[in-house]
């Protein structure tokens, strides 16, 4: 039961982080990550661009929940623990590589966020 619970964990995680990837694919404007600043079109080179390679930043983070949520069912403390790395560190992972993303399509006239 345990081990069952800690996969649903995963895949609802994997399942919003999946939601999430689509979504910012096919966003018009540019977007950002959870900081709230609003981003213009002029602070990117190419929004599309920009755009899918954090809705594959996203998908990456989906398809890892996912396996987590496998790994869940054969163990469920290793589970647990994996839910825990992926959860809060990361995100803080996801914001590095969010960086790495927006310092590649950021226009170089453009003063940056980070």
């Known amino acids: 039961m345990i081990a ?6 995963c895949w609802m995680m994997a399942l919003i982080y ?24 002029e602070e990117v080179t190419d929004v599309r ?4 390679a954090n809705g ?6 989906a398809i890892i929940n996912a396996v987590a949520g496998f790994i869940a069912l054969l163990n469920s403390i290793t589970g647990y623990v994996l839910f825990a790395i992926l959860t809060l560190p990361g995100l803080f992972v996801l914001f ?3 960086k790495r993303i927006y310092s590649r399509y950021k226009c170089p006239d453009r003063k940056s966020h980070y």
């Open 4 to 9: 069952l619970m800690s996969a649903f964990l």
């Open 18 to 41: 999946c939601l999430i990837a689509v979504w910012v694919s096919m966003w018009k404007r540019p977007v950002h990550f959870f900081t709230g600043d609003k981003m213009t079109s």
């Open 49 to 52: 661009a920009y755009n899918r």
């Open 56 to 61: 594959k930043m996203w998908a990456v983070y």
């Open 96 to 98: 590095a590589f969010h």
